[in-house]
């Protein structure tokens, strides 16, 4: 156990590092944009990268705390059954992302009033976990906000909350780069450097556990978008639903903000969740199976506890195939299990009933075992089945679909000739007064590490 825990800490602090090297990343990016997307793109990163560091450094103050307490023999707060009937875990996926919005007749249908643009992205929470969608630009031609990825989380336990908050930033023709860096060079030098981890936990000892928004890490001094909060939901197992839903959204933002964007007040997605229970094996073995009338008629099979149900199949091989079993015994919420031990029945003594109601009827199967432990397995496997069900509820009524997120590209901004280094141009006046000429940068060293760093955080997403 103490190895796994270990194992898990230094998993944790890999991704800690990796995320402080991309937030270094993101602040480079940030000082070399020079077009409005880019600086979207850039600003929508670091922003990731400051909520995932505080994240992932709170999980490992909690983990932290919990061991000193262990070891000194105190126990914390009683939060559940205890670790032998913890409910299995799953993974939660969001999809089909919709956020309405509501115009002004005079700005809709009338296409009248100065046409603003937004920048929007969706920031997902669950847990330690954190993930993004894409950035979208939003005008008044569009009727919603419409996220074409989905987003999966593959570490969650029945009690998730999974958290979703919009940002957006007011996307201006002019001046949205008014601040950025006259000297590209200069600006490329700065980064995080050994200061990083201090100024990570100096924020994190600001932000003091409030458990309201993510608190983000200080705005390195460079010009550029500024992401604001505009409204934020909080998603729990009752709305897991294999189906289309819609939420509340609580708005964070007034019209007199600058990033204010009419939005309607509610969010439509599609919310799934598949515990392990339903998805992977839980129990197996030879059984011999009797059925409900048939008090001579065993059938040697081999058994496999799955999802709700047992199937029997002749061979452990056809399991394996995906043959169709020769028997299936539902097992739901209703289900009556029995052990018990058969005096008269030398080398299979031991029997395990399991009752199903069906309308007026009830029907028996009853399996036999080869020896007491292989009995105590599939007892001890049926009840957590049992637990794992009144935990994760209308999870385990069927499996639901869950939606494989397609590997995450970079945005055609950042995408263009391979690196957004390559575009980088930097005008100057020369001495002489004149117009200044694009200079183009072409440092091999900063490209390569530029698109390392592209390549990297992209492929993580």
Not at 3 to 25: F, P
Request: net charge neutral; with cysteine.
């Amino acid at each position: 156990m103490d190895g796994a825990r270990e194992g898990s800490d230094t998993e944790l602090q890999r991704k800690l590092d990796h995320e402080i090297r991309m937030r270094e990343g993101a602040c480079k990016l940030l000082a070399a944009c020079s077009q409005r997307e880019q600086a979207l793109e850039a600003t929508k990163s670091l922003l990731v990268c400051n909520s995932r560091i505080l994240s992932y450094m709170g999980e490992l103050q909690r983990r932290k705390e919990a061991q000193v307490l262990g070891k000194t023999g105190r126990r914390p707060s009683d939060s559940g059954p205890p670790a032998e009937h913890s409910p299995c875990r799953g993974r939660v996926c969001i999809s089909d992302l919709r956020i309405p919005l509501m115009w002004k007749d005079t700005e809709y249908f009338k296409n009248k009033g100065d046409l603003h643009r937004w920048a929007v992205f969706l920031l997902l929470q669950l847990g330690e976990q954190i993930q993004d969608t894409e950035m979208i630009l939003v005008d008044r031609t569009l009727t919603d906000i419409s996220f074409q990825s989905s987003v999966l989380f593959t570490e969650a336990g029945p009690d998730f909350e999974l958290r979703l908050e919009l940002y957006g930033a007011c996307v201006e023709e002019e001046g949205a780069l008014a601040g950025a860096p006259k000297r590209l060079a200069t600006k490329l030098s700065s980064s995080l450097g050994r200061s990083s981890g201090r100024r990570v936990r100096a924020s994190l000892d600001s932000a003091g556990g409030t458990g309201s928004s993510p608190i983000l890490l200080p705005t390195p001094a460079v010009g550029g978008p500024r992401y604001h909060l505009l409204a934020h939901t909080m998603l729990t197992l009752t709305a897991v639903q294999d189906g289309f839903r819609t939420h509340d959204l609580t708005l964070a933002s007034h019209e007199e903000n600058p990033a204010w964007l009419p939005l309607y007040g509610s969010v439509c997605c599609r919310l799934a969740a598949q515990p392990l229970c339903m998805t992977q094996p839980s129990a197996s073995g030879t059984v011999r199976v009797q059925q409900a009338g048939e008090l001579q008629n065993w059938a040697r099979v081999h058994g496999v506890l799955k999802g709700t149900n047992i199937f029997c199949y002749r061979r452990p091989e056809d399991a394996d195939a995906g043959e169709e079993p020769l028997l299936t015994i539902a097992i739901n919420k209703e289900t009556r299990v029995r052990a018990g031990e058969r005096d008269q029945a030398p080398g299979r003594p031991f029997t395990l009933s399991i009752s199903n109601r069906y309308g007026n009827d009830e029907v028996t199967h009853v399996l036999q075992t080869e020896s007491r432990e292989a009995l105590q397995s599939w007892m001890e496997a049926l009840w957590q089945l049992f637990f794992d069900m009144s935990q994760w509820k209308q999870c385990c009524d069927e499996i639901m679909k869950i939606e494989t997120p397609a590997p995450r590209k970079p945005p055609l901004a950042l995408a263009k000739q391979g690196s957004l280094y390559h575009e980088m141009a930097l005008s100057e006046p020369v001495a002489s007064g004149g117009r200044g000429e694009g200079l183009l940068l072409q440092d091999n060293a900063i490209s390569a590490e530029i698109r390392a760093l592209l390549s990297s955080y992209y492929s993580d997403r």
